[in-house]
């Protein structure tokens, strides 16, 4: 044959095989994007349409003052209303944030998702003192609450490190930028930011409220 049906030939197999760089390439650039997808940690029932939505830091001491108060909440209206915490981590000034949003992600990947949420607040010094919320090397209280609530230590140790739970926490502060979240706990009721004192009673009438207009509209 000769050296000009060589030559095409050649230059086919680089045309195809850039072809296959470049197809490769997408899929990669997909799987990167699907990775990076918020969280969605829910409790609570859905039915009536009504949903309370909280932006938090575990480290935030005004988080640690409402966690009770919601937690009491959401158990009276579990049957009528959903409930969802979102990473916000306040990184410029609580040192021990993300580690925390970390832990309880990989808490999950168990599931075990809220009973990390549950004793990171609850061994959360609100004056910043004590625990790991000072520590210099927090994990090493995460691993002792992991196996205290029941999960495979290692696996919680290579979650917590792992790309997935970092690129979800960062998708969720993402989010939370957009909105122009400042601080923490931020609220928001079927989508609408609402500004909800740390009383039983101040959750009581605003979810009412909410669950009175869905109902009327149905």
Request: glycine share 8%; aromatic share 12%.
């Amino acid at each position: 044959m000769s050296k000009t049906f060589w030559a095409i030939i050649a230059a086919l197999i680089i045309i195809f095989g850039g072809i296959a760089v470049i197809n490769s390439n997408k899929n990669q650039d997909n799987t990167s994007s699907s990775s990076s997808a918020t969280t969605h940690h829910v409790q609570g029932d859905a039915s009536s349409g009504v949903t309370l939505v909280e932006y938090g830091d575990y480290q935030c001491p005004y988080c640690e003052e409402y966690y009770q108060t919601v937690k009491g909440v959401v158990a009276q209206y579990q049957d009528k209303i959903q409930f969802q915490f979102v990473n916000f981590p306040l990184t410029s000034i609580h040192q021990n944030a993300f580690a925390a949003a970390r832990a309880a992600e990989a808490a999950g990947k168990q599931g075990k998702y809220w009973e990390m949420h549950d004793t990171l607040y609850e061994n959360n010094d609100a004056t910043g003192g004590s625990g790991w919320i000072s520590s210099t090397s927090p994990t090493t209280y995460f691993n002792k609450f992991a196996q205290d609530i029941g999960l495979n230590v290692d696996k919680f140790k290579k979650d917590y490190a792992s790309s997935a739970v970092n690129a979800a926490i960062t998708a969720d502060m993402n989010k939370g930028n957009k909105l122009g979240i400042t601080g923490t706990p931020t609220f928001y009721v079927n989508g609408k930011q609402t500004t909800i004192a740390n009383d039983a009673a101040a959750f009581q009438k605003v979810l009412d409220a909410a669950i009175k207009a869905k109902s009327s509209k149905s």
